[in-house]
């Protein structure tokens, strides 16, 4: 006999933001990081978060319900700590910490998603434009606090699929490699520290370069990696054996994106390599949730952007010369395109 319907799917999703919102609450008041390796009581969190006492136990035990926490014994004498992921991800003491994406989510996507409908009806971004008039990243640029909260949340979320491409992808047929949109220098540093033998130039806008400088000296690679100042639709891309690009075509509209693909090209001797990191689609567009949820994400953000499948890249890739792609998996919803001149 058949099982009838189940609605829980549905519920699940559908009330979704309340678990999301309690875990970005939860990061923007630093909870994660005031549990740093320690065991503590819920009235000692409700002193150091300034809690409310209505809040603390629904707070705290609905995280623990979720996964996020650990507790030791009940009601007031019970105590709270962080599980392995929220240690390793969400600590802000943690060299793996990713939650700079979601703190910016928290600050900035959650509201703007408010409006997907209306993004679904119109085609227009959802977020700062409609307030200021400006595009985003005119926006974004113009506040150097705001430049850096991105470049660091970009720079967490990065971090492992950075790493696994120095891992996977053969680097010793290759001497040089130029990051195009490099930010504060991330994959340039892991690559030349997975690679001695690689020279690298992380290339971004002249607002940018002290940043990745900072990140570069600090990782003690300033003879092998440099930071170059440019704008990749006006100025010629730096030459390379090896051109990167880390999520930045999925920000761009189809011709925006034949544009970079087309300067990469141009700029790779004969032999070279483009390779882009992107939440690759699934070519059947059914299996890889999250790179469809980036793109309506992007149509929230840009209106004309979106994200792509290995499919469609292949195929841009073909029109300019490439001869053959190649997509790697990195991790979670994450590929490396692979693109041989």
């Not at 991800?89 to 943690?94: G, P």
């Not at 930010?183 to 540093?189: F, N």
């Not at 992380?202 to 600090?218: G, K, Y």
Request: aromatic content about 10%; charged content about 20%.
């Amino acid at each position: 006999m058949s099982q009838p319907p189940d609605p829980s799917q549905i519920m699940q999703v559908g009330m979704g933001f309340w678990a999301s919102k309690t875990l970005l609450s939860a990061v923007e008041l630093e909870l994660f990081t005031h549990l740093d390796g320690e065991a503590l009581r819920g009235g000692e969190l409700q002193d150091r978060l300034r809690l409310h006492p209505r809040a603390t136990y629904d707070f705290l035990d609905a995280l623990v319900a979720l996964g996020f926490l650990e507790r030791d014994g009940e009601g007031s004498d019970a105590r709270y700590r962080n599980t392995a992921e929220t240690a390793a991800f969400l600590d802000k003491q943690s060299p793996t910490y990713i939650g700079g994406i979601l703190e910016m989510s928290n600050a900035r996507l959650y509201r703007f998603w408010g409006d997907l409908t209306e993004a679904l009806k119109t085609g227009a971004p959802q977020n700062e434009v409609k307030h200021s008039g400006k595009p985003m990243f005119e926006e974004l640029y113009s506040d150097p606090a705001k430049l850096e909260q991105f470049m660091r949340a970009m720079q967490g979320i990065s971090l492992g699929n950075l790493h696994a491409l120095a891992e996977k992808f053969d680097f010793s047929r290759y001497e040089t490699v130029c990051d195009i949109g490099g930010a504060t220098g991330q994959l340039c540093t892991i690559l030349a520290t997975h690679h001695p033998h690689l020279r690298c130039t992380s290339f971004d806008l002249p607002v940018v370069a002290p940043i990745a400088e900072r990140t570069i000296a600090a990782a003690g690679l300033s003879d092998r990696v440099a930071a170059a100042s440019g704008d990749f639709f006006e100025d010629p891309l730096p030459s390379a054996d090896v051109i990167t690009m880390g999520l930045i075509l999925h920000d761009w509209n189809l011709e925006r994106k034949k544009q970079l693909i087309g300067a990469a090209y141009e700029a790779l001797a004969e032999g070279g390599v483009f390779i882009i990191i992107e939440n690759l689609i699934d070519d059947a567009r059914c299996e890889n949730a999250f790179g469809l949820l980036m793109s309506l994400n992007m149509l929230i953000e840009f209106g004309d952007a979106f994200d792509f499948t290995g499919a469609d890249l292949r195929q841009w890739c073909a029109e300019v010369g490439f001869r053959s792609v190649e997509v790697i998996p990195l991790g979670g919803p994450t590929s490396a395109g692979v693109a041989y001149k």
